[in-house]
Structure formats: structure tokens, C-alpha cells
């Protein structure tokens, strides 16, 4: 075994897949693939993504993880999930507002206790991990003690989670509701409490515009003004009556993306989950300032809220991930989650490429979270987060991709594809799931 630093040099042998720019731009230069391949990895970091053959050379001692037969790809990024929603997925019957009030706040008051909070975060970052998912934006809720469960929990697995206590001082039950002072004093505690342990990151999360006061979102701007390494993470143009309830509360602003942009939320490090509802104007806009999208298909199918408009935000150059919104979302599968995303551009006339969707669940949404030089490329230098797909998982999978070009084989396991594709999950080159 080689031992280069603080860790032995590990060594992968698969067929390796990154896609590593926009396919759709570049017409596929930013694909690596590599059908006999080897992942090199010291201290937890990508020393060598190439061919098998290439490699085995300059690493001759290398001890080598034989996984030949299952195609390893960058860990998937979900730019948009609540973890204190885990347990109320699949609730029957609402649309957004409704489904809020009585299904998602009576759950959200329970993690005022810290015991339940750790019971959740750690199953749920275990789902994640179950599902190839290395990396998420994270809400959780009002309760400080809800992230620092959930920081804990991320911690103790090495994974790169980024989060924050939700904002929200109106239009919720008194006990999910905080102060404009509290929220600023509680966020800017937990951003001093965890910034720089781990791979965790922290997000100012006002919920969305009908749950926070104007001066809560000033507060909220002001504080990502105060600590630019921050993130902002809400929601935004969802549902119909949601807009219409936005555009009441607040007059003076032009559209729903105005009141975040007057209030300094509206930024670069931006994540905006939906979007659905958006016209050229208002994706120019977001272009210009360089804010992301969340795509969440499942929870905009499963809520009734619309079709996310793929091709506009494109046209317009917006950056876009792809979010499973869980509890809203059916499935904490990103593969699921990008079947789902095939199906409404179907609809709306446009088909997803296999090789586009890989890379908005991972390179995109990286960079969506500003992080697109850690992680999801699997280049050199990166964290070596990654996943081993196994197109034997099923049946049905067996039999449509035996034999069939990586194409074929990538897109059957977006559309066939689930958990139990996933044959193990590696964070930084340590394996954190194994497929039992
Ligand atoms: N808008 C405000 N809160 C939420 C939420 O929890 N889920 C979804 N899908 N939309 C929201
Ligand atoms: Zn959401």
C-alpha cells in the first residue's frame, strides 16, 4: 500500500463517468468517461480520474478496490430538501398553502425537542446517503437546536451539508415563529458556533416571502451582507396562490423576485427552490445576479404546483440544481428525482439529456451552492465524494441495459433507477453505504 500523506493512497478500478460542464454549451467536451478507469485518492482528495491502463504505470504499488462492472460517478448534490419534513412525505390531498398549514407545521413544531431532531437528522442523512446523495442544502427549522442536530449529525458522517434556521415572524403558528432580533441573533450565533468544522456551510433562510416581515428580510439581507460566506436558501414563485398572496403583501415590489432583490436576497450565493412561475424578465434578472434554481419535479408534480420551464431558465443563462424537496418531494432519489425531471420537459416539449441531468444533480448543482471547486467533477483536487451505480440492480434494469451503449445504460437507470441502484456511497474516498 502507498502512503503518500495522512491517509494511504486509495485506488478505485471501475468505469468512471463525470460530467463536468454543461452538455447542452459545450456539445459534451466536459464529459470524462473512462470504460476500464481508475480513481486515485489521497487524504480524501481526486489524485487521478483516467484510464485503468494509464495509471496502473505511475501507481505501481497502488492496492486497488475492484468495483469493474459498476459505473462510479460523482456524488449527487440535492440543491433543495427539508430534513424535518422526512416523516410527513406523502401527505394526501393539498396544494402548497393548505398542505403547509396542516401537514408540514404541525410536524415542524416537534423539533423543539432536540432528542427528536437527532432521531431525524441522523435517519434522514443516512436516506441521503443510501441514495447517493453526498452533499444537500438543508432546511431545517425555526428551532436553533434543529441545526446544530442536524451539524452534529453531518459531522460525525463527514458530509458536506449546508444549512440554517429558518426565518419566519408571521403567518405560522406562534410556536414556529421567532423575532426579527431573535432570528438575527440566532443565526449569526450558529454562524460563529459552526463555520469552518467539517464541510459544513450555513444558509440565511428566511422560509419565503409570506412568513417573514419586510424588516425580516432586511434583517435577513443585512446578515448575508455581514458574512458573504453565507448562502441564502428560500423559496420562491411555486404555486399560483402563493404569488398572488405575495404580490398582496407586498405592493411596491414589481414581481415576487423583487421583494427578495429589494431586501439584498438576491445575490450570487442565492438558492431559490421552484421558480416555476417566472417570466424572461425576471430570469434575466436572476441571470445577472448570478442566483440558482432548485428544480424540484417530484414536489412541483406531487404539490400540483406546475412545470418548472427548463428551456427559459437556460435561454436566460440561469444556473440551475436539481432538489428533491422532500417532504413536498416523493422520493429522496436524485435518480428518481431526474426521471421526474425528464418527464416535465417532456411535457414541455424539450427531452433531458442523460448526460445534461447527471450533470445539473451534480457539477450544476455544486455550483449552484458555490462550490463548484470542491466538489461534483471528480477532477483533481476535488473531494473524492462519489458513488457506485449498478445497473444489475433489478431485473427490468438488467434486461434494458445489458449490452447497451452508456447512453442508454445512464438514462435507463434516471428512468428504472432508485435506491437500489445505488451499491455504495463514498465520502472523501471512505466508504459511508454499502447496498446490503
Ligand atoms: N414554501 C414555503 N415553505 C415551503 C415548504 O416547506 N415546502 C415547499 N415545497 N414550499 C414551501
Ligand atoms: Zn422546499
Do not use: K, W
Given at each position: 500500500m502507498a502512503y503518500r500523506g495522512l491517509m494511504p493512497t486509495k485506488a478505485f478500478r471501475a468505469e468512471l463517468l463525470a460530467v463536468r460542464s454543461d452538455p447542452a454549451r459545450d456539445?459534451?467536451?466536459?464529459i470524462a468517461h473512462h470504460e476500464d478507469g481508475l480513481l486515485v485518492v489521497e487524504d480524501g482528495i481526486v489524485a487521478a480520474f483516467e484510464d485503468h491502463a494509464a495509471l496502473a504505470e505511475r501507481w505501481p504499488n497502488l492496492e486497488i478496490e475492484d468495483h469493474r462492472g459498476r459505473l462510479l460517478i460523482p456524488g449527487f448534490i440535492d440543491t433543495h430538501v427539508h430534513y424535518p419534513q422526512t416523516e410527513r412525505?406523502?401527505?394526501?390531498?393539498l396544494q402548497l398553502l393548505d398542505w403547509l398549514e396542516q401537514h408540514i407545521f404541525p410536524a415542524e413544531?416537534?423539533?423543539?425537542?432536540r432528542a427528536h431532531a437527532d432521531a431525524i437528522a441522523a435517519f434522514f442523512l443516512d436516506e441521503l446517503l443510501r441514495n447517493g446523495t453526498t452533499s444537500a442544502l438543508v432546511f431545517a427549522t425555526v428551532h436553533a437546536a434543529s441545526v446544530e442536530a442536524l451539524f452534529e449529525a453531518a459531522l460525525a458522517r463527514d458530509m458536506r451539508i449546508v444549512s440554517g434556521k429558518t426565518l419566519m415572524?408571521?403567518?405560522?403558528?406562534e410556536a414556529l415563529r421567532d423575532t426579527v432580533e431573535s432570528g438575527r441573533a440566532e443565526s449569526e450565533a450558529l454562524i460563529r458556533a459552526w463555520?469552518?468544522?467539517?464541510?459544513l456551510g450555513y444558509a440565511i433562510t428566511p422560509r419565503f416571502a409570506l412568513t417573514s416581515t419586510p424588516e425580516q428580510l432586511a434583517s435577513a439581507g443585512a446578515l448575508h451582507a455581514a458574512h458573504p460566506d453565507t448562502l441564502v436558501h428560500t423559496h420562491l414563485s411555486e404555486n399560483l396562490f402563493e404569488i398572488e398572496a405575495v404580490a398582496a403583501a407586498y405592493?411596491?415590489?414589481?414581481?415576487y423576485l423583487d421583494v427578495y432583490a429589494r431586501h439584498g436576497?438576491?445575490?450570487?450565493r442565492s438558492v431559490f427552490a421552484?421558480?416555476?412561475?417566472?417570466?424572461d424578465g425576471c430570469m434575466a434578472r436572476m441571470a445577472d445576479a448570478g442566483a440558482a434554481i432548485a428544480f424540484c419535479p417530484t414536489s412541483n408534480l406531487f404539490l400540483g404546483s406546475g412545470l418548472f420551464d427548463l428551456a427559459r431558465a437556460d435561454a436566460a443563462g440561469v444556473r440551475v440544481g436539481i432538489g428533491t424537496?422532500?417532504?413536498?418531494?416523493?422520493?429522496?432519489s436524485i435518480l428518481h428525482t431526474l426521471g421526474e425531471a425528464y418527464k416535465v420537459c417532456q411535457i414541455r416539449g424539450a427531452s433531458l439529456d442523460p448526460f445534461r441531468a447527471l450533470w445539473l444533480a451534480t457539477a450544476s448543482g455544486a455550483a449552484a451552492l458555490g462550490l463548484g471547486d470542491r466538489i461534483g467533477?471528480?477532477?483533481?483536487?476535488?473531494?473524492a465524494d462519489f458513488l457506485l451505480l449498478d445497473t444489475q440492480a433489478t431485473p427490468l434494469l438488467a434486461r434494458r441495459t445489458n449490452g447497451s451503449p452508456l447512453a442508454e445504460r445512464l438514462f435507463a437507470l434516471q428512468i428504472l433507477?432508485?435506491?437500489?441502484?445505488?451499491d455504495a456511497t463514498y465520502l472523501r474516498g471512505v466508504q459511508a453505504h454499502r447496498r446490503s
Open positions: 456539445g459534451g467536451a466536459g412525505i406523502a401527505s394526501y390531498g413544531q416537534a423539533f423543539a425537542d415572524d408571521r403567518n405560522a403558528p463555520r469552518g468544522r467539517g464541510r405592493p411596491e415590489a414589481c414581481d436576497l438576491v445575490t450570487d421552484h421558480g416555476i412561475h417566472l417570466d424537496d422532500v417532504g413536498a418531494g416523493t422520493s429522496f467533477s471528480l477532477a483533481p483536487g476535488q473531494e433507477g432508485d435506491d437500489r441502484a445505488i
